[in-house]
Each structure stands twice: as C-alpha cells, then as structure tokens.
C-alpha cells in the first residue's frame, strides 16, 4: 500500500474513507507541532536539513532523502503491509486468525501497552532538546535531527492507535503524550531512563545504541501482537529504529578510535594524558557504558512478572523473533532463574521479561566485539565490556543490592567507595562537558571523535548535512 502525501496527515491506512477519525488526529496535529517547536530541536527550525522521509513500507527503498525544514517533516500514520491470512503466534490465542479489532476485554492490557510505548518517542526528543547545539559536526548533527523526527513519528503511530481504537480514553491518552515531559518533577515521563538528561553526545551515542535497542525489542515483541494494526505499525517503526543503532554503534565506535589515535600519538593509555589531548579516556568510556546499559536493562521490569505473563498468555505481546522458539504457548515450560537467594525455577510465562532482557543482552554484545577489535587491533590489552544484569539495577530481585559489575555480591562499603570507578562521576561529567564544542564545517570533526567511514546516502562526509547560514 502506497503512502497518500497529498493529505494533510500522510498515512497509508485510507484515512480519508474514516472521517471521524481523520478529524480527530486533524484536531491532534497542532497539538503535536506545538509540542514539536517547544520541546523539539527547535534552534533549528529555520534550517534546512537532509533528512529521510518514508515513500513506501517495503523492506527495499522505502525511503527518499532531501532537504526539509524540521517543523515541516511530513510526519504521518505507516503501517507495515498486512500478511494475509495472518494467524497469531504464541500464547492461549495461538493459531487463530490476528484481531483486526480490539478484543473488549483486553482493552485496557492494550492501552497500557501502547501508552508506555508511545510516552517513550516523544520524551527522547525531549531528552536531547539542547544536543545540536555543541554538535560535534554536521553529520552528526543531521544524525541527531533524523532520529528526533523518526521519534516524533514513532508518537504518531502509537496515538494513531489511541484514537483509532480506544475512543475517547484513547484521545485523552493522546494528549496527556504530549503533557507529560522529560525530567519534569510534577509529570514526568513514565519510565526512568527516559527522565534521565542526555546533554552530552558521549550519552547520546550510549543512548541510541542501548536505550533505542531496548525500543528495538519492545517493538520486536509488539510486532508479534496478535492485535495486526499494532503489529503491522511496530513491523514499519523497527526499520527506522534501525538507523537510531546505527548511530549509536558507530557514533560509541569513533568515539574509541579517536582515543586509540590519542594513546597511539602519545605512547600511553594514561587517562590523564588521554584527556589533555581532548579525547575520552576508556575508562570514561566505560562508565558512561556501565550507566546507559544498566538504566536500560530495567526498561524489561522485574524478573518474574504475572504482567508479563498475561500479556504473553493473551497475545498481546510475544517474544523477539517468536519463530525462533518451538513452543509457542508456553504453559508447562518453566525457566531457571538467578536471584539473590539461589536459583529459583519459574513458569517459564512469569519470566518473559527475563527472556527479552537476555536476548537484549546478546545484541548488546555484538557493537562490543566490534569495538573491542578496534582496541585489539591498535594493540592494547584492554577490553570494553558489558557489566553483568545484576549491576546497578533498580528493578527486580536484584534491585539496590551492592553487586560489582562482575556480578559478585559484595560489602556494601566496598560497594558505595568503588562506585566513582564504575559509574561516571561529576568530575567524568564536567570533562565530557568541556568537550562539547560545537564544529559546524562540512566534513570538520571535533578532536575527540573520529569522522565516520561514510556519509549519508552515498554523499561524502564533508557534504552540508544542515544549512546552518
Ligand atoms: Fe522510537
Ligand atoms: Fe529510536
């Protein structure tokens, strides 16, 4: 199904034929674009920038690239093309024919779903407002600017989904999308790490390649929702999610090579030295990792999950990639689970959650290797790596216990003075701040980061990503 770009809301779903509810996300957009130039990237909005915009859904060239003025991104509803005859892949539902209505009782399952997802689009933007201004190139600031509209229209798609099916609760939900900020302390986002600042590109690229990866599997298992406008809009919203990891795996990557260079120039690993040269220490590195990775890991909740099991048994959300696994219904399997008291053996459906975080974890993994062969290559001895799940972590059975980032539990002494060795501390901050200095030449890097392999679109690096004039 072609995308409809001559209506006011380009969409994919025939709006035009549904008045009603045109007219509802008619009465929504200046809402949203209100929204946009507050909270929004909006030092910008008169700049032109090459983005992409979505022409198609299919895997192959959906998308077409040039310049546009942020506030007149065509952001719009774009779903996934249906799969005829789909039938439902897991849970109590397995085999029977996808809902293309919302099932009564299930409603507000659903809706809490769909929220919490939609809550985390726009507070990212939110999160990343002031990010352009200490650009550290123009790529990377046209980086900055594709994800943030993407994210805006990752909102649309979820509050298409409010108005289209839940009626009025939906509409208000919409709205309160967009009352509720990042950090706020009266209405804060829903989830913690979408409240946590991101005013660094050090946290920025830590970000995009762990918390956008989480986004990655909830929309994994969202698209396997037997609810098939859900799944079709999560199918569509995973391929421009990709590009958000992208940014982040080669954006931590030249981040490291440009500090390999340093220590290179220098002879030495010193931290110390590292940083007068003006590049990032690994160390620094690490901890900044050590951060966004474990705030990211509670984004799966709790270990053992009645939640997680409901929503499993009911078909509202499945697991990443369910055709990786032989049972899909799940109701004798049970799960080995590690907790402060020994293993503990669970319904295999309680322990959803632990099977998406562990997948989680597996990707995560894969952006390391590539960096650790960076490191290995320049030839030291030294290794970027992932704490263990029990680290740092605020939700769950191993929630606030002093556990280092080997995973072993230890005195809590020990555990509060080592803490400035594996988390960034406000002196790590206050460097990475310095750093911040904005470069807006084509093609110009700042001195702690390395230029990328390649521009946008087959365009070189040095190419005007933004207009800034
Ligand atoms: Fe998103
Ligand atoms: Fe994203």
């Known amino acids: 199904m072609s995308i409809n770009y001559s209506e006011k809301i380009p969409n994919n779903v025939d709006l035009a034929t549904d008045r009603k509810l045109q007219r509802a996300l008619e009465y929504w957009q200046p809402h949203f674009l ?12 008169s700049n032109d920038v090459y983005l992409r915009t979505a022409v198609g859904v299919d895997a192959q060239g959906w998308a077409s690239y040039g310049y546009v003025k942020m506030p007149d991104y065509r952001w719009g509803i774009f779903l996934a093309d249906p799969i005829p005859e789909r039938t439902i892949g897991f849970g109590d539902h397995f085999g029977e024919p996808a809902w293309q209505q919302m099932p009564g009782e299930l409603r507000s399952q659903f809706r809490r779903i769909i929220v919490t997802q939609g809550d985390t689009e726009p507070a990212s933007v939110e999160q990343q407002h002031r990010l352009g201004l200490s650009c550290p190139s123009l790529y990377d600031l046209r980086n900055l600017f594709q994800v943030n509209v993407e994210e805006g229209r990752h909102l649309w798609a979820m509050v298409y989904l409010l108005h289209g099916y839940f009626g009025r609760d939906g509409r208000e939900e919409a709205e309160e999308l967009l009352a509720r900020h990042s950090g706020d302390s009266d209405k804060p986002r829903i989830l913690g790490t979408f409240n946590e600042p991101i005013s660094d590109w050090l946290s920025f690229f830590m970000f995009t390649y762990f918390t956008d990866r989480d986004g990655k599997f909830q929309l994994k298992s969202l698209a396997e ?30 981040v490291v090579k440009r500090t390999l260079e340093v220590m290179k120039e ?32 509670d ?20 697991r990443p990639d369910e055709d990786r696994y032989e049972d899909h ?38 952006g390391l290797k590539r960096w650790n062969m960076q490191i290995k290559r320049a030839g030291y001895d030294t290794a970027l790596r992932l704490p263990s799940s029990r680290f740092r972590r605020s939700i769950g059975s191993w ?71």
């Open 34 to 45: 209100k929204w946009w130039q507050e909270q929004g990237p909006n030092d910008f909005s």
């Open 299 to 318: 984004l799966f909740g709790s270990e053992v999950s009645s939640n997680a099991a409901s929503t499993f048994a009911n078909g509202i959300k499945g």
């Open 399 to 469: 929630a606030g216990l002093p556990v280092d980032p080997e995973g072993n539990m230890v005195d809590q002494n020990e555990f509060d003075q080592r803490l400035t060795d594996w988390l960034p501390t406000e002196s790590d901050r206050a460097f990475v701040h310095s750093l911040m200095q904005r470069v807006v030449e084509p093609g110009k890097m700042a001195g702690w980061i390395a230029p990328p392999d390649r521009g946008i679109n087959s365009l070189p690096v040095d190419y005007e990503y933004v207009r800034l004039n």
């Open 266 to 297: 220098l002879g030495s690993d010193d931290p110390a030295a590292v940083r007068a040269q003006g590049a990032i220490d690994l160390a620094t590195i690490q901890r900044y990792l050590n951060f966004w990775f474990t705030s990211s890991l």
């Open 329 to 366: 219904v799940c109701s004798e399997a049970t799960f080995d689970l590690e907790t402060p008291d020994g293993v503990e053996t669970v319904s295999l459906r309680n322990a959803m959650n632990e099977v998406m975080r562990d997948a989680y974890i597996k990707d995560c993994e894969i």
């Open 225 to 254: 929702s037997g609810f098939d406008p859900l799944a079709r809009t999560c199918r569509f919203m995973l391929t421009e999610e990709a590009h958000h990891m992208f940014v982040g795996e080669t954006g931590v990557g030249r």
